[in-house]
Nanobody
Framework: QVQLVESGGGLVQAGGSLRLSCAAS????????KAWFRQAPGKEQEFVAR????????YYADSVKGRFTISRDNAKNTVYLQMNSLKPEDTAVYYC?????????????????WGQGTQVTVSS
């Protein structure tokens, strides 16, 4: 059974940092592009960041550029999201996702595997 399991969420004050992890099991995801999406209460899910299979190419939403860093460790089958200078508007459930597709990677429809999400709450 293929699973993506996020961890590392929690409550943090504005300006603080968190590191999210997404561990994969049931399949080797080393050739999959990985991404993070988030969904705030009452809002649609939005793209946050993505990384290609090797880790050599990354892309970020404008809202997080310069503050968040996505990385991966294929030996551990894990992708990370380092979040610095957090703002209250970063409060959301964060989801990791994986795909073999090479296009439309900013859209959730491109991703075939999803985690269950981890809550991030940033207090002001």
């Amino acid at each position: 059974q293929v699973q993506l399991v996020e961890s590392g969420g929690g409550l943090v004050q504005a300006g603080g940092s968190l590191r999210l992890s997404c561990a994969a099991s049931g399949r080797t995801f080393s050739r999959y592009a990985k991404a993070w999406f988030r969904q705030a209460p009452g809002k649609e899910q939005e793209f946050v960041a993505r990384v290609n299979w090797s880790g050599g190419s990354t892309y970020y939403a404008d809202s997080v550029k310069g503050r968040f860093t996505i990385s991966r460790d294929n030996a551990k089958n894990t992708v990370y999201l380092q979040m610095n200078s957090l703002k209250p508007e970063d409060t959301a459930v964060y989801y990791c996702a994986a795909t073999l597709k090479l296009y439309n990677l900013g859209s959730r429809i491109a991703y075939d595997y999803w985690g269950q999400g981890t809550q991030v709450t940033v207090s002001s």
